[in-house]
């Protein structure tokens, strides 16, 4: 039960400390996604022991299954990463090549040989045409329901770029209840917001932030926004919060492998 719960709840749920994590965008070369989850796999008993060593709390691939991204290099996958603090995140960036070889054999030290792990180790990237990486930190989040998520299952990711100072009180103090009352009625599991503090340079340069969801299949959540539009002070609520961002590129993913 507390796979991917942690995931989203430890990365994105906001409590007396801040969690952070690491969104990898990840465009895979035509033809080669078979040799890219071959080497997500490898990488599994690696994520296992980086955990267990206090490296970071959690790591997850998910398959973008639709996208509203019509641009250059356009991800195939995501990888996130999660954090309790900023520290472990920029401990977990500064590590050398050598420092993740030696954590690879160990990792794999019965299984395969020491050979066979710098190969793999020294082939990476051969799969992929680009990354682009997102630092975030949680802003704020609905609590969790409906039970544990499975490999298959789906989640909603949008980039969005702030435009007012408010956008994240707007999001906290009228969007999130909406979406709380969906949740106790059954309709929604989930909802997050999180802000980019960083980014490489390839990564996508005007979204600010990004929104994180996970619905019913099947329910309707909508109700509790159209009972805000049918009264005057609920309207001009959502015409601020409407005007107080801008959203960009949005897509479903699938739930591949998770560890922590």
């Known amino acids: 039960m507390k796979k991917i719960l942690l995931l989203l709840t430890l990365i994105f749920t906001i409590n007396s400390s801040a969690q952070y994590a690491i969104v990898s965008a990840v465009d895979v070369k035509d033809g080669m996604e078979d040799q890219y989850l071959a080497l997500e796999a490898f990488f599994g008993p690696i994520h296992d022991l980086a955990i267990e060593k206090g490296m970071l709390n959690s790591q997850a691939v998910f398959k973008v299954v639709n996208t509203t991204d019509e641009g250059e290099n356009v991800a195939d996958y995501f990888i996130i990463s999660g954090f309790s603090s900023k520290e472990q995140l920029d401990a977990y960036n500064g590590n050398s ?51 544990d998520l499975k490999p298959g299952d789906k989640m909603g990711l949008l980039g969005t770029i702030a435009k007012s100072d408010d956008f994240e009180s707007y999001e906290s103090e009228i969007y999130k209840p909406l979406v709380e009352k969906e949740i106790l009625k059954g309709n929604h599991r989930y909802w997050g917001l999180t802000r980019i503090y960083e980014r490489t340079e390839n990564a ?3 979204i600010t932030h990004m929104f994180f969801n996970v619905g019913v299949e099947g329910a309707d959540a909508s109700q509790s926004w159209q009972d805000m539009q049918s009264t005057f002070k609920g309207q001009k609520l959502i015409e601020g919060l409407q005007a107080a961002s801008d959203h960009q590129n949005g897509g479903q993913l699938e739930l591949v492998s998770i560890h922590n």
């Open 97 to 147: 090549a050598d420092t993740w070889l030696s954590i690879a054999k160990q990792a794999h030290k019965g299984s395969l040989s020491s050979k066979r792990v710098e190969r793999i180790m020294n082939s990476i990237g051969g799969e992929s045409n680009q990354r682009r990486n997102y630092h975030l930190v949680g802003v704020d989040a609905t609590i969790w329901a409906g039970g």
């Open 204 to 206: 996508y340069g005007d």
